[in-house]
């Protein structure tokens, strides 16, 4: 197939293009690296060496039939208009978003940012299928944050009926409530696509998506381009952070006390949710949970101590409006089971794995770090 990635240098974007390389798919990859730009302003560095620019895309091109475009799709309208007739695609996947939730709270110029950023490159490529590939398959990661995670019913996949005063409604999107600025441009994007659903027939999949850790795939172990490994609070999961604080003997931090409830899968499994909704591509409007596992945050920690005993918790009051006490978190997903999707990482193989490749002197010291505060 003919597959244009958006967002093919981030975290997943790179590990994605790997793979589909591998498969043997056409694959251009844009990315204008304004991701940097975020990195840079927050101090935010990656745990793991990566490689940028035009060593990146030679090794690339080796593995195989790959082309690289930098572009902004929420800025350069008339270059993704000319890059759609050219290629006439069979497969969209839109991962080039502000993925931080941090980040989009920092002040207004950070909020106005996200929001226009994220939902006007998701507009423009609705309409770039529309004019030039209608029958492709659009595919959008957005969040399991754009849920009520204590909601206390289970979180049900694609459309649900309720009752209310004794009738039953019609199908519709289930109660939506954005844990950010950057959750609620992501729930725009879901009634996007809803409506170019409605109006012009457009095939999607909506991937409300848990915490992604960790940077193994086969793919990456073969080619050595590994993604950024953030381990920041505004950029980096908190996986991928508690393994730093361990290494450099700094205290687990734990906001509130500890017992949120998130879904969480590692980046190779992510990868292979994502060429499961590639290579089964949906006929209308399909909405999915994506998620492997299920963990409160002190759940996690206690996995770090298991492998590093000289391991300290450090609670700390939260700068977030989130839910920090125990509650009922069940999320369906059915549609990868029935997909035949299975792990090939568990949380604590990934932590190994981390361990081990994480060389400390790349790892900037945490000790000065601010946090966004949105009360």
Partial sequence: MKILVCGSNGYIGNALVQKLLVDGHTVVGIDNDIKLN????????SAIPV?????????LRRIGSYTHYSMDIAQDVKKLDELFRKYKFDTI???????????????LSHASFTIQNNTIGTLNLIYMIKDHCPDAHFIEIESMGTYNHAINTRIP???????????????????????????TAKIFSTYLLDNAHRWWGLNSTIINQGVVYGNWTKEIEQS???????????????VNRFIVQSLTNQPLTIYGKGDQKRGYLALSDSVQCLMLFINNPSDGYRIVNQLAETFSV????????????????????????????????????DTLKSLGFKNTRYIDDELKYLYNIIDKKYIVSL?????????
């Fill in 38 to 45: 975020w990195l840079r302003e927050v101090g935010s560095y």
């Fill in 51 to 59: 490689i940028t620019g035009l060593d990146k895309f030679r090794k």
């Fill in 93 to 107: 996947v839109n991962l080039a978003q502000m993925p931080s939730a941090p980040y989009s709270q920092i002040d």
């Fill in 157 to 183: 996949e694609g459309k649900f009926q309720f009752e209310f005063e004794g009738r039953t409604s019609e199908p519709c999107i289930f109660p939506k409530q954005g844990g950010s600025q950057y959750h």
């Fill in 224 to 238: 050595g381009i590994h993604s950024h490994l953030a381990y920041d609070s505004t950029f980096g999961t908190v």
């Fill in 298 to 333: 002190n759940d996690i920690a206690n996995k770090v101590c298991q492998l590093n005993s000289n391991a300290t918790f450090k609670y700390m009051e939260t700068p977030r409006a989130e839910q920090t006490t125990d509650f009922y978190y069940n999320v369906t997903t």
């Fill in 367 to 375: 000790k000065d770090e601010k946090f966004v505060t949105w009360k």
